[in-house]
Nanobody, 113 residues
């Protein structure tokens, strides 16, 4: 069993930045893939960004050039740097890892003036 705990969400004005963290309960290099997803109430959970063990990253078109996914193996933690935030980025953000299909509990991000 793997536990993933997100943190770093909050309220930010449009154009602002946030850094989300995902702390894993075991060594990150054992994962084959880690990712961020987000969900708006009433809608399905959408892919945001992912990173594979070899360092390959993928981003949803809506966040390319604004969000950056990264990891710190020594801290067993994955990050999502979010810049130039927009109101449509408002959602609950979830951390995901594979193998095993583990999910965190989510952290709320609200972009509003």
């Amino acid at each position: 069993q793997v536990q993933l705990v997100e943190s770093g969400g909050g309220l930010v004005q449009p154009g602002g930045s946030l850094i989300l963290s995902c702390a894993a309960s075991r060594t990150v290099p054992t994962f084959t893939l880690m990712a961020w997803y987000r969900r708006v109430p009433g809608k399905q959970r959408d892919f945001v960004a992912s990173v594979t063990r070899d360092g390959t990253t993928w981003y949803a078109d809506s966040v390319k050039g604004r969000f950056t996914i990264s990891g710190d193996n020594a801290k067993n933690t994955m990050y999502l740097q979010m810049n130039n935030l927009k109101p449509e980025d408002t959602a609950v953000y979830y951390c995901y890892s594979r193998p095993g299909d583990f999910w965190g509990q989510g952290t709320q991000v609200t972009v509003s003036s």
